[in-house]
């Protein structure tokens, strides 16, 4: 199996915003972050170089490999921004 190649990071998220947003995009990604961070209980960090993320949790496949995401992550580009959830939304609300 091929090693993951986005992992957490030690880079700066502030840095990474201030650089990736600009104006009101600056402004709405600062807000997502502590969003996810309230979210989640957990510190914003970098993963990979342009992937804010909040928390981690691991990924079962098929192949019982299990690397480790993130629970909530943004992605902000010049043209959008990507709010995303882990794999793990998939089943907290889920019934019973």
């Known amino acids: 199996m091929p090693e993951v190649i986005t992992k ?9 915003l201030k650089k990736a947003a600009k104006g009101d995009r600056h402004d709405d990604c600062k807000t997502l972050v502590t969003i996810m961070e309230k979210a989640t ?20 496949y098929a192949n019982e490999s299990s690397p480790t995401w993130t629970k909530r992550s943004l992605r902000s580009r010049s043209s959008h921004r990507s709010s995303l959830e882990g794999p793990s939304a998939l089943f907290d609300s889920a019934p019973g």
Request: charged content about 15%; overall charge positive; hydrophobic content about 45%.
């Open 8 to 16: 957490k990071t030690k880079a700066s998220v502030a840095a990474f």
């Open 41 to 60: 209980g957990d510190r914003a960090a970098m993963w990979g170089t342009g992937i804010v993320g909040c928390g981690n949790h691991p990924i079962v």
